[in-house]
Nanobody, 121 residues
Framework: QVQLVESGGGLVQAGGSLRLSCAAS????????MGWFRQTPGKEREFVAG????????YYADSVKGRFTISRDNAKNTIYLQMNSLKPEDTAVYYCAGGRWSITPADYDYWGQGTQVTVSS
């Protein structure tokens, strides 16, 4: 059983920062990439950022480029999402996922439970 556990969400004022973490545990699982997605009520889950596990290459949604940074710690089997200059429209439940390199949620096999990020104006 693979488990992805997110942490680090919370309430922050616009312009502030948060850092999300996602720790993978359980049996070793094959994945070429890990990513962060977010979802608000009534909307589809959307890609935020992704990282190639072996090479470390990254990719970002245009809406977060220049403000968010995804990184990984291979030894700890953990990925991070540093979120700076947060905006109210960043408010969502954030999920981490493991799978193959893609911006499409269906291409990811493993998901965390989600962590709420709320940005007040």
């Amino acid at each position: 059983q693979v488990q992805l556990v997110e942490s680090g969400g919370g309430l922050v004022q616009a312009g502030g920062s948060l850092r999300l973490s996602c720790a993978a545990s359980g049996r070793a699982f094959s994945r070429s990439a890990m990513g962060w997605f977010r979802q608000t009520p009534g909307k589809e889950r959307e890609f935020v950022a992704g990282i190639i596990w072996s090479g470390g290459g990254t990719y970002y949604a245009d809406s977060v480029k220049g403000r968010f940074t995804i990184s990984r710690d291979n030894a700890k089997n953990t990925i991070y999402l540093q979120m700076n200059s947060l905006k109210p429209e960043d408010t969502a439940v954030y999920y981490c996922a493991g799978g193959r390199w893609s911006i499409t949620p269906a291409d990811y096999d493993y998901w965390g439970q989600g962590t709420q990020v709320t940005v007040s104006s």
